[in-house]
């Protein structure tokens, strides 16, 4: 049975190895600073009693969040599970009053756009050299206001 949740912090370990997995990189200060901000920003996929995915954010703004990280376990991966912490999380903003939902993308990475742009999102611009290796990102966004998705 799948489940999205909030983070708990016996969660840590098991976001940290997917985290490194998906993008060889990780900051747990970050993702700490994160929970300790914004909870309810912090979602887990769940499979079986077992933690698959997750996604991060963090307050940006008044009405601003922006997805600091958001990765699924390899193994996982094509079940939907990205799409379902992206659909709790518009719940959750909705809920809490925020009007707008940012994210960065690596331009070589056209299957997490195709996702976001399904879900609603629309590339804003792109950031030069965002990325350590010198790759640039789409600033993408998604506006949380009298929208069903």
């Not at 060889?24 to 499979?47: C, K, Q, R, S, W």
């Not at 997490?112 to 999102?121: E, N």
């Amino acid at each position: 049975m799948s489940l999205i949740r909030r983070f708990q912090p016996s969660d840590f370990e098991r976001i940290i190895a997917i985290e490194k997995e998906a993008f060889g990189e990780y900051n747990p200060i970050l993702f700490m600073a994160a929970y300790e901000t914004f909870p309810d920003g912090f979602l887990v996929a769940e499979e079986g009693g077992h933690v698959v995915g997750f996604l991060t954010t963090v307050v940006v703004a008044l009405f601003d969040v922006k997805i600091l990280s958001i990765a699924v376990d390899k193994r996982c991966q094509s079940k939907g599970f990205a799409s379902m912490l992206l659909k709790a999380l518009f719940q959750v903003l909705r809920a809490k009053g925020i009007l707008r939902l940012l994210l960065e993308v690596r331009l070589s990475n056209i299957r997490a756009q195709k996702l976001y742009l399904s879900l609603g999102f629309n590339l804003v611009k792109v950031i030069s050299a965002y990325y350590q290796d010198g790759e640039d990102a789409y600033l993408m966004e998604k506006l949380l206001v009298n929208q069903l998705s």
